[in-house]
T-cell receptor, first 113, second 115 residues
């Protein structure tokens, strides 16, 4: 079945460092890909998305490009802030339909001043 | 504020007790979902309701039941709680036809501990 694999955390960075969180997927068909962010004590929020190959999703300085050839959707940010500390989830739309999302295990990011 | 409301936020149960987790959305969304979140395992789908009047099993439905009471409300019931059901439960909704545009809207979660 479809699945998502994320790099294990935690990822610990200093403020203004460059961030990459790796995400690869296995899917039949042509899924849409998403990044969600979860701040402490809160539910998940959509961060960005891409619906077809070579699309780049972007929001709040974060970017991810849908790479069909490498089945990847890596999350990047050029300069992280302490406020970016959160758990990040990569997800894909289930080929089985009904708008179901399949999530990765999540990657915790801690940014220190 | 419009969104997804989950109650309660915290609950401690004894093994064998039953309870219902409540979820309501006020965005006129068609589809609703229940996920559980466990460390190192991400979110796993328990049950979903593609539209009012329908429910279907997800990846981990055993030990749970659901009711789509109306378009707004989607409840999750644990008939006989087990320690393995200790988790954080999230309800989510989406318009139904616009997942690709809107994604999911999540509630803030229910942290359940079964002792």
């Amino acid at each position: 079945g479809d699945s998502v694999t994320q790099m294990e955390g935690p990822v610990t960075l200093s403020e203004e460092a460059f961030l990459t969180i790796n995400c690869t997927y296995t899917a039949t068909g042509y899924p849409s890909l998403f990044w969600y962010v979860q701040y402490p004590g809160e539910g998940l929020q959509l961060l960005l998305k891409a619906t077809k190959a070579d699309d780049k999703g972007s929001n709040k300085g974060f970017e991810a490009t849908y790479r069909k050839e490498t089945t990847s959707f890596h999350l990047e940010k050029g300069s992280v802030q302490v406020s970016d500390s959160a758990v990040y989830f990569c997800a894909l739309s289930d080929s089985g339909g009904y708008n179901k999302l399949i999530f990765g295990a999540g990657t915790r990011l801690a940014v220190h001043p | 504020n419009a969104g997804v409301t989950q109650t309660p936020k915290f609950q401690v149960l004894k093994t064998g007790q039953s309870m219902t987790l409540q979820c309501a959305q006020d965005m006129n969304h068609n589809s609703m979902y229940w996920y559980r979140q466990d460390p190192g395992m991400g979110l796993r789908l328990i049950y979903y309701s593609a539209s009012e009047g329908t429910t279907d099993k997800g990846e981990v439905p055993n030990g749970y039941n659901v009711s789509r009471l109306n378009k707004r409300e989607f409840s999750l019931r644990l008939e006989s709680a087990a320690p393995s059901q200790t988790s954080v439960y999230f309800c989510a909704s989406t318009p139904g036809q616009q997942l690709l545009l809107a994604g999911y809207t999540f509630g803030s979660g229910t942290r359940l501990t079964v002792v």
